[in-house]
């Protein structure tokens, strides 16, 4: 019978904790690829305190790590620094956690989460100050970071900055030059999901149920399709939308991919509320980041019952994507079965409740029929806007 762990940081020895203080100084992008050498078979759906508690089991347990990939057909993506960090827990705990005597995996890059120790001579000055907005991922109990919506530019936020700030909140606010290698560090705070941060409160007013588009009226709470390829091919239309849907109180978010340097600003003048951005020249795994930080960042406004809208252009080519970023066989509808999985549970998100409602609108065009599964999950349970 094996025998089941239970983790608890009061019986852990010196060693032990040790291994746990380096795992909770990890960014998200390398917590996910250690929980996965580790064993975690769902990294993109699991919190983060079930990212430690797996790995935390594995090396309380003292077994060894097997091969990687865990089964065939379902490679392990790992970033550049893992190896290091692996070697880290080896040096620490006398065991080899490395991956050389493993099987050999696809390697994929991926942005590592770095941020260098504040300079108080330096913070102080306030340098270069920029406005940055992004949304919240937990880096260490003491710290949240976000990755700039407009430039990309990492800004770590101190939790102390403001006791109602939660995971996958979006913020807008000032960062400043923290140290002389030039990480930005959040300084002000002006906008809690979508909020003044001085009025910031989940009780807001009810939402509207429904919204007006080409002259015909249409329900909140579930999935459309509008007949586009690109958002940007009828840019005054989706102007109208947008402004038509923020006047019902909801919030209009866009998740977009392969978007090019040239064209973010043609986006941000849509009006959006936010913008989530797969960029042209990220690295493929960034597509996986993106539709988990829409699907948290989503789940987190329902949470507060505030309402939304997402709006998620030519998702074939990020279904597309995401299976290149994983690295997996493919099913029978042509995609990965864990990018339908993920999609799924992105379209479950719409919903109607008593407080407040979340909508879906998908472009369209007659390529995406094509797609089996983008026919299956999306066009056969979607209503087109005309």
Known sequence: MTKT?????KYLNETQQQCLDVIESLGIYELRALARVFGDSSPTTLKRADHIKIIMEKIISGEKLRPIPLRQGRPF????????????????????YCLKNTTPVKKTESREIVFHQEEESVLKQKLFAVEARGILVERNENEFYLVDQETN?????????????????YVVGTAVIMNEKKDYILDTLKYIN?????????????????FKFDKSTYQFGTRYLIKTSKLLNTPEKIQNLVKEIK???VVPILLAPN?????????????????IFIRYEDDICEVENAINIALNHI????????????????????????DVAIGRETN???????????????????????????SIITTFDELDLRDQTYVTLIYKISKILN
Do not use: W
Request: proline content about 1%; overall charge negative.
């Open 332 to 358: 029978a509808l042509g995609h990965n079965s864990e990018v339908v999985e993920q999609i799924k549970n992105l379209y479950l998100l719409a919903k109607k409740d008593e407080k407040s409602h979340t």
């Open 247 to 249: 006047s019902n109180k």
């Open 194 to 210: 979508y909020q003044s941060q001085e009025k910031y409160s989940s009780k807001q007013s009810p939402a509207q149920n429904t």
């Open 5 to 9: 762990l239970s983790f608890d940081k």
């Open 153 to 169: 530019r990492l800004v770590l936020v101190k939790k102390s900055m403001d006791n109602r700030l939660n995971e996958f909140d």
């Open 77 to 96: 993506k790992e970033l550049s620094n893992i190896e290091g960090i692996l070697k880290e827990l080896s040096d620490i705990t006398g065991k080899d």
């Open 259 to 275: 978007v090019m340097s040239e064209d973010i600003l043609s986006y941000e003048n849509l009006g959006f509320a936010n913008t």
């Open 299 to 322: 789940q987190r406004l329902q949470k507060l019952g505030l309402s939304s809208c997402l709006f998620i252009e030519d998702l074939t080519t990020i279904m597309s994507l995401f």
